[in-house]
């Protein structure tokens, strides 16, 4: 292999590493559906009503990670906190690919590029622009990568049924949140970036590379797109997080 430029330019194909997720983690008989939700205070709820139990568990210098399974409409789905940054969410994604998880329809929050979004308004991201370092591992460089088009295909399907207003569109990842200046938000504007996070291009890259089907719902969180941040208590939206989930899970189940 020679070297590019830049180190992030130099991507491998080559299917095995040297530390496979495959070989370190065996399967464990959890569903084939999976929502990673990015809401803790949901799942932690979840757990304390009885309503999840621990099927799996994974583990990091942070602790342990569980994989959960929740019931809905009389099936099962696999439930778990991915962690924030691409960078874990990626590897949390590989080990819960390795237990045995194949169809995705995560959750989560975002900021909004566009301050017309209201707090709370879902969006489907249909691409990411990859403006963080996870994703170049997984697949050649190119400025942006998709979502799977059958997972979005099932959220506005579910969304749709449920009378649920929603926005289809494109988001920028960012490893850098502290580093969002208004340059940068203008250049993601006028190329179509209507949220910022920090998960999706890694999400949707490691997907492709595993072949399992990912797709995801945002909520419109704090708007970084006005003159000043505007944080609009995003976070306590805990009737939107909850709602969020289970549309999510009945999303992943028509996959």
Same mark, same amino acid.
């Given at each position: 292999?020679?070297?590019?430029?830049?180190?992030?330019?130099?991507?491998?194909?080559?299917?095995?590493?040297?530390?496979?997720?495959?070989?370190?983690?065996?399967?464990?008989?959890?569903?084939? @559906?999976?929502?990673?939700?990015?809401?803790?205070?949901?799942?932690?709820?979840?757990?304390?009503? $009885?309503?999840?139990?621990?099927?799996?568990?994974?583990?990091?210098?942070?602790?342990?990670?569980?994989?959960? !399974?929740?019931? !809905?409409?009389?099936?099962?789905?696999?439930?778990?906190?991915?962690?924030?940054?691409?960078?874990?969410?990626?590897?949390?994604?590989?080990? *819960?690919?390795? @237990?045995?998880?194949?169809?995705?329809?995560?959750?989560? $929050?975002?900021?909004?590029?566009?301050?017309?979004?209201? *707090? $709370?308004?879902?969006?489907?991201?249909?691409?990411?622009?990859?403006?963080? $370092?996870?994703?170049? @591992?997984?697949?050649?460089?190119?400025?942006?990568?998709?979502?799977?088009?059958?997972?979005? =295909?099932?959220?506005?399907?579910?969304?749709?049924?449920?009378?649920?207003?929603?926005?289809?569109? +494109?988001?920028?990842?960012?490893?850098?949140?502290?580093?969002?200046?208004?340059? +940068?938000?203008?250049?993601?504007?006028?190329?179509?970036?209507?949220?910022?996070?920090?998960? =999706?291009?890694?999400?949707? =890259?490691?997907?492709?590379?595993?072949?399992?089907?990912?797709?995801?719902?945002?909520?419109?969180? &704090?708007?970084?797109?006005?003159?000043?941040? &505007?944080?609009?208590?995003? @976070?306590?939206?805990?009737?939107?997080?909850?709602?969020?989930?289970? #549309?999510?899970?009945?999303?992943? #189940? #028509?996959?």
């Amino acid at each position: 292999m020679k070297p590019k430029d830049f180190p992030i330019l130099e991507f491998d194909p080559t299917k095995r590493a040297v530390v496979e997720p495959s070989e370190q983690v065996r399967p464990s008989g959890v569903p084939e @559906h999976c929502v990673p939700c990015f809401f803790g205070d949901v799942i932690s709820e979840l757990v304390a009503s $009885g309503r999840a139990r621990e099927a799996a568990c994974m583990r990091s210098e942070m602790g342990r990670h569980p994989l959960h !399974v929740v019931e !809905v409409k009389g099936r099962e789905v696999a439930v778990y906190q991915p962690g924030v940054t691409a960078a874990f969410a990626a590897a949390m994604l590989e080990e *819960v690919i390795a @237990h045995g998880c194949g169809k995705f329809i995560a959750c989560g $929050g975002a900021g909004v590029l566009d301050s017309n979004i209201d *707090v $709370g308004h879902i969006i489907i991201p249909r691409a990411a622009v990859r403006d963080e $370092g996870t994703s170049y @591992h997984y697949m050649p460089p190119s400025r942006e990568v998709e979502a799977s088009p059958d997972g979005v =295909a099932a959220i506005q399907r579910v969304l749709g049924e449920h009378g649920r207003p929603y926005t289809v569109g +494109k988001t920028w990842t960012t490893d850098a949140f502290y580093r969002e200046t208004p340059d +940068k938000v203008a250049l993601r504007r006028s190329e179509g970036c209507i949220t910022v996070e920090m998960e =999706a291009a890694a999400f949707f =890259a490691v997907a492709r590379f595993r072949g399992v089907t990912f797709a995801q719902m945002l909520y419109g969180g &704090d708007d970084v797109g006005g003159e000043e941040w &505007d944080r609009r208590e995003w @976070h306590k939206r805990t009737t939107v997080r909850e709602d969020l989930l289970w #549309l999510a899970a009945e999303a992943c #189940l #028509l996959l």
